[in-house]
């Protein structure tokens, strides 16, 4: 089941806004002495061979940064054209031969609460906002694993704000009105503000708890049955600068291009952590080249 929207800051207008973004300030800062203990020991296992990870938590993790709430409207949003369906659905019958690990954002972090469940399935819930560039570049790889063990319908584009420095009108999905249904996972998505910061969907109480204590408040934040969680962008957004929904889907399923490796690696690492929480269903995915790699490099993160 889906419901939300996705992007990856916070917040609203004038006062409100100038306090989040001081809260995120604080935040990125916090996570950026964080990260130096952790770039010494997260390193990514591809093939046999050791990728070093440049982790950049402070650069990538954000809340409210975007100033497009100040323009009173936001970029439209639209139903996915056949161009974006069919790239997706490319991109998931894909994972990458020598997946680049380096380009995985973050990186992914262990969680050692009690197990998230929905319907007797491990449940993933993302958190996230339309206007939010880091939730822009994070939503591609996320929807191509998921697509893996599930299927979409509604799914709709968008850009996140056409103001935000830190990546604007990059382009994007949205989860709002989509539905999703699997048989091996439970999808939760809350895309908790449009595209000019205005609420849109609501966290239940323990979401709030969950997105707070996990997620620092931070967008995009998603967790993985309790297990893993992804708090700030998976990739770099600047990667997708320039180009529309439809350019990007059709990017993300050929590796070659900057695109197509970085959505690949991303989505091989997500789906290497939903093999870990739905007890390697399917076989003929959870097996395959780059989430084999994936996993091997999730070992690795203590």
């Known amino acids: 089941m889906v419901d939300g929207r996705d992007d990856g800051h916070k917040g609203r207008t004038s006062t409100k806004y100038a306090a989040k973004k001081a809260a995120t300030e604080r935040i990125a800062l916090a996570r950026a002495a964080e990260v130096k203990a952790a770039r010494r020991r997260n390193i990514m296992v591809a093939g046999g061979s050791i990728l070093a990870v440049v982790v950049v938590i402070g650069l990538i993790v954000g809340i409210g940064l975007s100033t497009k709430k100040s323009t009173g409207s936001g970029n439209p ?3 996915a054209s056949s161009t974006v369906t069919t790239g997706l659905a490319n991109a998931a019958a894909l994972t990458s031969q020598t997946p680049d690990l380096t380009t995985v954002k973050g990186p992914p972090a262990r969680l050692t609460g009690a197990p998230l469940t929905s319907g007797g399935k491990p449940e993933v819930l993302y958190v996230g906002a339309e206007y939010c560039p880091y939730c822009a570049v994070t939503r591609w790889p996320l929807t191509v694993a998921l697509s893996r063990f599930g299927t979409f319908s509604n799914l709709q584009t968008t850009l996140s704000s056409a103001t935000d420095a830190a990546g604007p009108n990059t382009p994007t999905l949205s989860y709002h009105g989509a539905t999703y249904t699997s ?14 910061g205005k609420p849109l969907e609501t966290l239940s109480g323990a979401e709030t708890s969950l997105f707070n204590n996990y997620g620092k408040g931070a967008y995009p934040f998603v967790d993985f049955g309790g297990t893993w969680m992804q708090s700030g962008a998976s990739g770099d957004q600047t990667e997708l600068a320039g180009l529309t929904p439809d350019q990007v889907a059709t990017a993300i399923a ?8 970085m959505t690949l690696a991303g989505a091989d ?5 939903i093999c870990g929480i739905d007890g390697g269903k ?5 097996t395959s080249i780059g989430v084999v790699a994936a996993t091997a490099a999730l070992s690795a993160i203590k």
């Open 269 to 273: 690492t997500f789906t290497a952590i």
């Open 254 to 261: 050929d590796p070659t291009t900057k695109p197509g490796a």
């Open 77 to 79: 949003v639209n139903a």
């Open 282 to 286: 399917p076989a003929n995915v959870c």
């Open 183 to 196: 048989p091996y996972i439970d999808l939760v998505t809350r895309e908790q503000e449009d595209g000019v």
